[in-house]
C-alpha cells in the first residue's frame, strides 16, 4: 500500500517568507511560458521571404587576363514577370530565365529604345548576339532551329563592352525561389469506351506562343502535351510547319468535348489541318499514337483547369 503523505509542518521562517515565495514562483512559470511561445526566439536559421522588388543577379564574363566582368542585372524568372513590359532598363540590364529551351526569342518591343540581346543555351554559353535592336521593329531576336534557355537585355552595346559574343560562358546561380519552373497543367480525357488518362500538357495561351507551338522539339513525353487555347471557338485550322515529331491533335469545344482527332500529322507538312467545319476552342497536341491507343474519339470528354 502507499504510504500516507507526510504532515507538512511550517516553522517561523516560512512564515516570514510566505509572501516572497508565491512572487518568485509566478515570475519563474511566466518565464517558461515566453519560452515555450511558438512567437519566440524564432531560429534564425528559417528560410527567408522573397524579397519585395525584383531579384537582382550577377553575372560574371571571363575577360582577357583573368579578370571577369560582373553585370548586375534584374531576374524574370517567373511566368508573370517574363510577361511584363520590357520598359526601361535599369542597372546593368535584365536576365530573362526560362524553364525549359525555346526557339522563340525575345519580345523587344516594350522597350523604351534600342538594346542588345544575348540569347544563352542551358549551359550559359552565349549562342548569338543582336546589337543595338530597335523597339519598333516587330521581328524577334531568335534562333530558330537552336533552342536558347536564357536570354540578356543589354542597353545598346553592352555586349561589346562586356566581351559578350558568340561562344562565351558566362556564369551566374538563380537565388532560391528564383528557379524557372515550368508549367505543366493536367488535362484529363474520359473516352467513351476506355479507362480515364491524364496527359500533363505545357499551355500555350498568348498568340506568340500559339504561333511557336512546339516546333523544333525532338521529343515530347508519352503522357506529355500541348494545350492551345483560343479567344473563342471557331473552324480551327492547325499545321505542323518547322515541327520535327509527328503529332496527333484532338479538338476541343466550349462544352469540353472531343470534335475531332487529327492522326499522325506529319512533321513540317505546311497543308492545314483540322475536324471539317465542327467549332473548337482548344486542342491538344500529344504524341503520334495516343489518340488510338487510348481510344480518344469525337464525343470524348475532357477536364482541366487554366489560368
Request: one cysteine or more.
Amino acid at each position: 500500500m502507499t504510504a500516507p503523505p507526510r504532515p507538512i509542518s511550517f516553522s517561523a521562517a516560512h512564515v516570514s517568507q510566505g509572501l516572497a515565495f508565491p512572487r518568485a514562483f509566478l515570475l519563474q512559470g511566466l518565464a517558461l511560458l515566453v519560452l515555450l511561445s511558438p512567437t519566440c526566439c524564432r531560429s534564425r536559421r528559417s528560410s527567408p521571404s522573397p524579397p519585395k522588388g525584383p531579384w537582382r543577379l550577377s553575372v560574371r564574363v571571363p575577360r582577357a587576363g583573368g579578370k571577369a566582368r560582373v553585370l548586375k542585372v534584374a531576374l524574370r524568372a517567373t511566368y508573370a514577370q517574363r510577361a511584363r513590359p520590357l520598359g526601361k532598363l535599369s542597372g546593368d540590364g535584365v536576365l530573362y530565365a526560362y524553364p525549359r529551351d525555346r526557339a522563340l526569342g525575345i519580345d523587344h518591343t516594350t522597350a523604351t529604345g534600342p538594346v542588345d540581346i544575348v540569347l544563352l543555351d542551358s549551359q550559359k554559353r552565349v549562342l548569338r548576339v543582336g546589337v543595338s535592336v530597335p523597339p519598333s521593329s516587330s521581328r524577334r531576336v531568335s534562333l530558330a532551329p537552336r533552342l536558347h534557355r536564357y536570354a540578356l537585355v543589354l542597353p545598346p552595346e553592352g555586349s561589346r563592352r562586356s566581351g559578350l559574343a558568340p561562344g562565351v560562358q558566362v556564369s551566374f546561380s538563380l537565388p532560391e525561389g528564383a528557379r524557372a519552373r515550368r508549367v505543366l497543367t493536367p488535362v484529363k480525357i474520359l473516352p467513351l469506351h476506355r479507362p480515364p488518362v491524364r496527359v500533363l500538357a505545357e499551355l500555350a495561351l498568348t498568340g506568340p506562343e500559339r504561333t511557336m507551338g512546339l516546333m523544333w522539339r525532338r521529343s515530347l513525353p508519352a503522357l506529355g502535351g500541348m494545350l492551345f487555347r483560343f479567344e473563342r471557338s471557331s473552324r480551327l485550322v492547325f499545321w505542323m510547319k518547322n515541327t520535327l515529331i509527328s503529332l496527333d491533335m484532338i479538338f476541343i469545344n466550349d462544352d469540353f468535348r472531343v470534335t475531332g482527332v487529327v492522326h499522325r500529322a506529319r512533321p513540317r507538312d505546311e497543308r492545314g489541318l483540322g475536324v471539317g467545319n465542327a467549332l473548337s476552342r482548344y486542342v491538344l497536341e500529344v504524341p503520334a499514337g495516343f489518340a488510338r491507343r487510348h481510344g480518344v474519339a469525337r464525343g470524348a470528354s475532357v477536364s482541366f483547369s487554366l489560368p
